[in-house]
């Protein structure tokens, strides 16, 4: 029973990389991803109260929709919590962005259930039902993914620490558009092995439709690129970019120059 406040880091989720396989019959898309998680993000707190509510503050509280329509309301929803909880959400991740933001969010409240009350055997299932990256983000380690992203399995992690930088242009992308523009070409599965591997030699399938409906993404792909990262893509649907560093010193000196239109943050993978 939850007696006093909780907190829970929302971390950003990155697609190291992204295979598009096919179309389904159901309309999605067969996929085969690998998620890795930085060390920042929303910000999310809960505390006890007579029916929930939800507060949303931050840089990108804005770009929310309020109510039963957020994704934290519906993750609520779902979930034992008591009578009910008042959820106090700092959005620092921009919507629409490729880093899973409101999903992140959401699997910020399953591990607040989690640690108050424990979570249902079907939590995985209930993750689901809000959005294909939920399921990764209530864990937040990295994993390989599959069928529509839901489906998950381990891949070895010796990225932990990896220095990061996310950049975004400050320009939202909704991701039907982006799979629209998939040119339908499977260019083959992912690599076996470990994090290091599958991202090195991976890629994401997205990015030519993302660029096509935004054409600053390439922009920030091409200036990352000249900032010293040994691995430059951009995340998800788009159109948030990252680039991972050898070390911080790297990282630091790349995010002191990030030009001032565009949003970033510095961290490191989990």
Known sequence: MLAEPGSETAFAKINLALHVRGRRADGYHELETVFAFVDAGDAVSVTPAAQDQLRVSGEFADALGDGGNNIVAKALALLPHGPGWTVDLVK????????G???????????????HFGL?????????????????C????????????????????????????????????????VFRGWDGIDRGALPTGDLRRVAVHGRNDLEPGAIALVPVIAEVLAWLAQTGGWLV????????????????????AAAAKVPAAWWHMAGILR
Not at 92 to 99: C, D, E, H, I, Q
Not at 123 to 133: E, F, V
Not at 168 to 176: C, D, F, I, Q
């Open 233 to 252: 893509r951009m995340s998800g649907s788009g159109a948030t970019c990252f680039a991972l560093y050898d070390d911080t010193k790297s990282r630091d």
């Open 92 to 99: 620092r991740l921009p919507v629409a962005a490729g880093l």
């Open 120 to 136: 249902p055997e079907n939590w995985h299932t209930l993750a689901a039902s809000l959005g294909a990256d939920v399921p990764a």
């Open 101 to 115: 933001g409101g999903s992140a969010d959401a699997g910020a409240v399953f591990r607040l259930v989690e640690r």
């Open 138 to 177: 209530v864990r937040s380690v990295a994993a390989r993914g599959h069928g529509t992203g839901t489906d998950l399995g381990e891949v070895a992690n010796d990225l932990a620490g990896a220095p990061v930088l996310l950049v975004n242009p400050r320009v939202p992308l909704a991701t039907g558009p």
